[in-house]
């Protein structure tokens, strides 16, 4: 669907890092954490640990992560999709599901960034910054706030928590 005419995430479907496809539809009534991430970041460690904590201790009760490898930020993602499957889910313990290698700037944006960035572009205008960047989206697939790259995931979870309403 083209990012304009779509409402909410679950308005997309996009290739997960095997090739199949996902519709975010499946994601109705979970709260999301996006995160174009990299695997020869200075910033993959802090943030693939962090990620996996909270994922660890939210997933049972409705929060999902999307982790969407992008190569546009110092060429930090090099990879195959089987090497960053890899060094994401080997390395760093990562469940949650890890999508097709894309572009979140320019022209070739995939949709879905493009949506992400219009609906909460403050921090970001028209472009992401770096790797890392994060949107948190909630159970109805909003997008509520978004995260400079280097903000930490854990420092994020009071926000997580409130959007789960868990205490």
Not at 51 to 74: D, H, V
Not at 96 to 105: C, H, R, T
């Amino acid at each position: 669907m083209a990012s304009q005419s779509a409402q909410s995430i679950h308005d997309f479907t996009v290739k997960d890092a095997r090739g199949n496809d996902v519709d975010f539809s499946t994601y109705k009534g979970k709260v999301v954490l996006i995160v174009n991430v990299a695997s020869k970041c200075g910033l993959t460690n802090s943030n693939y640990t962090e990620l996996a904590q909270l994922y660890g201790k939210y997933k049972n009760q409705g929060f999902e992560i999307l982790a969407f490898p992008c190569n546009q930020f110092g060429e930090e993602e090099p990879g195959t999709n089987e090497e960053i499957l890899e060094t994401a889910c080997t390395r760093f313990k990562a469940e949650y599901p890890i999508f097709d290698k894309i572009d979140v700037n320019g022209d070739n944006a995939a949709p879905v960034y493009k949506f992400l960035k219009s609906s909460k572009g403050g921090l970001f205008g028209d472009s992401i910054t770096w790797n890392f960047a994060k949107f948190l989206v909630d159970k109805d697939g909003h997008v509520v706030d978004c995260y400079a790259p280097t903000t930490s995931p854990l420092s994020i979870e009071k926000d997580i928590k409130k959007l789960l309403g868990v205490n």
